[in-house]
């Protein structure tokens, strides 16, 4: 619930007993413990638009029982801990829940309370009443194959998303998918439990790049304010997310680094990943978090993209970029989409040529400054 008017609240938060050997956070052993917050900041209001959109989402789901969350193919943080977090809320309210992705689960996204609801292979048997798409740009983010049943929500904040859906909350200002399950479940009056709240923290840390990315602001730090009252332990997600490496991972990180090409006078920066270096590192699991956007962050890069080759035929691209450079429309000339300094595409075929297209869209989005890109594309 939002904070009231009193000048002290007691809530019960979950606590790490910090009486480990060696300063290390443990995996278990959590110890409840009552906390006195003082006069706590309420987060600020939705404008009127996405508080409409809220409401709507809301209705959606008071009106129904059966519900499945769907993420996108190969989640990220947002997406999972914006999933489970839906999930548990509405279980809170009663509902039938399943929740799917079509994976690949990587094993650093799996450390959360209730991660066992996160399903991969879908059960076909269940039939909702309304399928809940989030973190998805599209339809098609959730599977080639997956045909939703039911009503359709669909709560995202990549540009890229059309508004589809009979009930769509759709905020491409959040800063992470998880913001706007927060709104959501706030809307429904669901309580904050610590471990809706350390989903929606992974969610936010996730997609605000330990919030230093653009789309960090004054309403993020409110909300995982709130987060950490309600028993999130941001040191313990962090370490989790980020610091439980494979030898694998490390391995093959190496090896991205060291084939390093620089274009357009350095202003581009690409890589590769081909599924001869995946077997070798022990698979796609070990595919390393966040690289593309380490890519970005070297002296003069401008754009960074990191070329997956697929197992099928054909690759997927993460592309980043700083300042004014939207790589959005690079993702979108090639079909993807995302956000303006963060986005991908997926596409099928033969790979070198498929990496060969990538490339040379890239190249020709940074032959003109960012000023003329969007003049063009406009």
């Known amino acids: 619930m939002y904070p009231g008017g009193e000048s002290q609240l007691q809530t019960e938060a979950i606590l790490f007993d910090r009486r480990e050997p060696d300063g290390m956070m443990p995996r278990f052993g959590l110890r409840r413990e009552t906390v006195k917050q003082e006069n706590p900041v309420p987060v600020s209001s939705l404008t009127a638009s996405d508080l409409a959109q809220v409401t709507r989402v809301a209705e959606l789901i008071r009106s129904h029982q059966s519900f499945l969350i769907v993420g996108h193919v190969r989640p990220d943080g947002d997406c999972i801990g914006s999933q489970l977090a839906l999930g548990l809320g509405l279980r809170a309210l009663g509902k039938q829940v399943r929740v799917y992705t079509p994976g690949p689960l990587m094993r650093h996204l799996t450390f959360l309370p ?82 809706i709240a350390s989903a929606l923290y992974l969610a936010i840390m996730a997609d605000s790049g330990s919030f230093k990315f653009s789309n960090t602001v004054t309403r993020t730090f409110e909300i995982v304010t709130e987060l950490v009252r309600a028993g999130a332990s941001p040191s313990w997600i962090a370490s989790e997310f980020y610091d439980t490496q494979r030898p694998g991972t490390l391995w093959l990180k190496g090896q991205i680094l060291s084939h390093l090409h620089y274009e357009c006078e350095g202003r581009l920066c690409w890589a590769e990943i081909t599924q001869e270096m995946y077997e070798r590192a022990g698979g796609e699991s070990c595919e390393p978090e966040g690289l593309v956007s380490e890519l970005r962050s070297i002296e003069g890069v401008e754009v960074s993209v990191l070329i997956h080759e697929l197992a099928e035929g054909g690759a997927r691209a993460g592309i980043r970029s700083r300042g004014t450079w939207d790589v959005n429309m690079i993702a979108t000339e090639l079909g993807g989409g995302g956000h303006r300094n963060a986005s991908g595409c997926f596409i099928r075929g033969n790979y070198p040529e498929v990496r060969d297209r990538i490339l040379d869209v890239a190249r020709r989005h940074l032959a003109q400054p960012p000023a003329a890109q969007q003049v063009t594309a406009g």
């Not at 269940?126 to 939703?148: N, W």
């Open 114 to 195: 209730h991660a066992h609801m996160v399903e991969t292979a879908l059960d076909m048997s269940f039939e909702p009443e309304v399928t809940a798409y989030v973190d998805c740009g599209g339809r098609d983010r959730a599977g080639q194959d997956f045909e939703p049943r039911g009503r359709i929500i669909n709560i995202d904040h990549h540009l890229s998303n059309d508004h589809f859906g009979d009930a769509a909350y759709v905020n491409t200002r959040a800063t992470a998918a998880g913001e706007m399950v927060y709104d959501v479940l706030q809307h429904l009056g669901v309580e904050l439990t610590a471990d």
